[in-house]
C-alpha cells in the first residue's frame, strides 16, 4: 500500500495529483532574456515539463504583469520551456 501522500521522486513528485495546478512563469519568461539558464531556472524547467505533460484542463500557466496574474496559453507556455530547455 502506498501513501498518496507523499511525492514521488522527480519533478512530477511535486506536482498535485488532483485538482487543477496553476503554475507560475514569470521567471522562467524572465529568464529567455539570458543567454543560460541557472540552477533554479533548471529545476523551474523540470517542473514546467512535467506540468505541461498533464491533462491540458487542470494545468493553467501565469505571469505576473503590473504585479497581477495573467494567463498565459499553452502554446507560449510550451514555447517558452521548449527555448529554455534547448539552451
Do not use: K
Not at 2 to 20: K, N
Amino acid at each position: 500500500m502506498t501513501d498518496r501522500s507523499v511525492p514521488t521522486a522527480g519533478p512530477e513528485g511535486l506536482l498535485p495529483r488532483e485538482g487543477t495546478l496553476f503554475l507560475d512563469l514569470t521567471r522562467l519568461q524572465v529568464r529567455l532574456q539570458r543567454p543560460v539558464p541557472t540552477g533554479i531556472d533548471r529545476i523551474e524547467l523540470a517542473v514546467a515539463r512535467a506540468a505541461l505533460a498533464r491533462e491540458p484542463g487542470r494545468t493553467h500557466f501565469v505571469v505576473f504583469s503590473a504585479g497581477r496574474p495573467v494567463l498565459l496559453p499553452r502554446g507560449l507556455a510550451a514555447e517558452t520551456v521548449g527555448t529554455l530547455a534547448r539552451r
